[in-house]
Structure formats: C-alpha cells, structure tokens
C-alpha cells in the first residue's frame, strides 16, 4: 500500500488562469520511492478549514526529466483545486503519497510503433508525459494527439505540446479542437464519432496504430471506445483513465443495495482488524469509520487508490469503471464502490 511523505514544493507555476503546475522537490532518500511511469498519478493529502482532503493528480513530467509534475485545475467549489491555485506556494509541504495507478505506458527503444491519444481538459496530464516518454525513448517512433477544449484560453499544456511539435516534427502529430471558439490550425466541436473517424479512416489511414490511450470524461471515453471498436480496434489496444465519472447510485436507489449486516476483517499494512458492519455501507465507508488507515483519495470509483482483495465472502460493486473482469474474477474490488453480501467477508488491502 502506497505511504504518504511529506515533500516541499519546489516551484508551483500558472498554466492558465484556472490551473497551475506543481514540481515537488525529492529528497535523495525518497528518489526511487517517487520514481513512476509515464501515466501514473500521485495522491495529495494536506487539511483544508480542519478537514483530510486527498486528491489524485496525474503527473505530467517525462519519466527522464528528474521532476515530480502535476497539474490542478481550478473547478467550482472544488475544495482543494481551488486551494492549489490561490494557496499553495513554493516552499509548501503537502503529504504525497508514491505513484500509482495502472494507466501506463512503457517505452522500449527497440521499437518502432504508432501510439495514439484522445484527451479533453485535464485529461491531458498523464497524457503529456507518456507522449513525452515515447517521443524522448523511442527515436523511430510516433505519437498522434486528439486534445479537446472548449476555448484556447481553457487549454493546459498548449505552448508544451507546440514546443514537442518543433522539437520532434513528424514523430509528433497534434490536433486541437474546440468547442467555444474557432481558431487557426484548428477543428471546431467536440470529441464525438466524426473526429474517431476523421483520425482512424481520413487522416491516418493505412497507419497502424498499436495503442490508444484515452483520458477526460466519461462520456467522451465511451464515445471513442466504441467508435474504434467499429473500426477494428482490439479493447486490450485501448487503455482509459476516467477524470469525471456518472455516479449511478444515489439515496433514491438505496433499496436496490444489500441489507443486513456482516462481520468484516480488513487487513492493512500488515495489521488485522475485526468489526461489524451494515451492508448499506461501502466498505470504505466502514473501514474508515473504524479509524483505519485504509488508503483512498476519489471514493467516486474513478481512481484505484482502494483497491483490495476479497479472500473469503463476496461483495458487490455498485460501479465498476476500473478492474477487469478477469481481475473481478480474482477478487479485486474498489472498497470504495463494494457492499459486502455475505455473513463474513475478509479483505485485504496489502494482496493487490
């Protein structure tokens, strides 16, 4: 399970009016613990007005920079957003906790291969160090780039993804497109089926493309999937990160939940707790009820941050828009989404 350490912040810089970029300062010590892989996230941990508040950012550095990068957006009554971009300054520690998260890419120099991303909004992030890590450790190979927004002005990274452009010229192939504002070299709209197509049948037709990877909302992600699963596209070649997710169960559907209650045993880091919990509950829910140092950050079932092993019993999950159905098949719930629906369960937290 991932350990929060505390770490200074050594620059924090704007990106646009409502976003900022944050780069950690690592001590040696700490080096190989916050080593990543392009497309993981880190967790942010720090108390706002007396309250724990954790957040997961994507990091958007190159795996060879030597930097620890994210980036915040500022969103409405977003609790802490709206802190990073008015409050944190350099010089500030904030509990972080190691990399994580399993959408990644691995770069290998030995090979010459066409990678493809479809992102909108700060679903650029982690797509901004893995197009960075191919283009930096893959010299014959090649990144296309679909990046939605709604206006010029809104979009992250912009002036980073012209410089990749000038400096690797035909290995880099972005395409803007926004849905506010028309601008010069750019598509108007939104990321819909015409632009998968436009992409897959128009533009790089006869390319073959060995992976897509796809970040942003839900909705857009679905969209994508689907169309280039029309076209021919294998599921295992496209790889998703959701930023925002529909949240399909609400008090109105509580009836639809478990009832009755069951005897829980959770195992983290190596310790073993026994209680008794409802069955309405998450198990999350539960856990941290307990005073149980459970690791978690979204609790929306978008991250993977409370992944666990169920060992004995079963459990529920009311959404599910991470785990495989071969890793659901082994086990694996997000605790934060997960209703116990036997007499006992166990959990385990350290067998992930």
Do not use: W
Request: aromatic share 8%.
């Amino acid at each position: 399970m991932s350990q929060f350490h505390s770490l200074n912040i050594k620059s924090i810089e704007n990106v646009t009016d409502k976003s900022v970029a944050i780069t950690f300062d690592i001590p040696e010590h700490l080096k190989d613990t916050f080593s990543f892989k392009a497309g993981q996230y880190i967790t942010l941990k720090t108390a706002i007005n007396g309250e724990d508040v954790r957040r997961d950012y994507s990091i958007c550095s190159s795996q060879n920079s030597g930097h620890l990068t994210v980036a915040v957006k500022a969103v409405e009554n977003g609790t802490f957003s709206v802190y990073a971009n008015e409050k944190l300054k350099a010089g500030d520690a904030i509990e972080v906790a190691e990399p994580n998260g399993r959408f990644v890419f691995e770069a290998n120099d030995g090979k010459t291969r066409t990678i493809a991303a479809f992102a909108a909004g700060s679903g650029i992030t982690p797509i901004l160090s893995i197009a960075k890590t191919l283009l930096e450790d893959e010299p014959f190979s090649n990144f296309i780039l679909v990046y939605g927004n709604r206006t010029l002005a809104d979009s992250m990274f912009v002036s980073d993804l012209l410089e990749l452009k000038k400096t690797y010229g035909n290995r880099f192939h972005p395409h803007f497109i926004y849905s506010q504002s028309q601008e010069e070299d750019a598509l108007f709209g939104r990321i819909e089926k015409s632009t998968v197509n436009l992409i897959v049948k128009n533009k790089y037709k006869g390319v073959s493309i060995e992976k897509f990877y796809l970040c942003g909302p839900e909705q857009m992600i679905h969209t994508v999937k689907d169309v280039l699963v029309e076209n021919g596209v294998k599921e295992k070649a496209i790889s998703f990160e959701l930023f925002t997710a529909t949240v399909e169960v609400t008090s109105d559907s509580s009836t639809d939940l478990p009832s009755g209650s069951s005897k829980i045993k959770v195992l983290v880091d190596d310790e073993e707790f026994e209680f008794t919990m409802s069955q309405e509950k998450t198990i999350l829910e539960a856990t941290l009820k307990q005073d149980i140092d459970a690791p978690y950050s979204c609790q929306g079932g978008i991250c993977s941050s409370c992944i666990a092993k169920v060992t004995e019993g079963e459990a529920t999950m009311r959404q599910n828009n991470i785990l495989t159905d071969g890793e659901v098949a082994e086990g694996l719930i997000l605790t934060c989404q997960a209703h116990p629906t036997s007499d006992s369960i166990v959990v385990d937290y350290d067998d992930v």
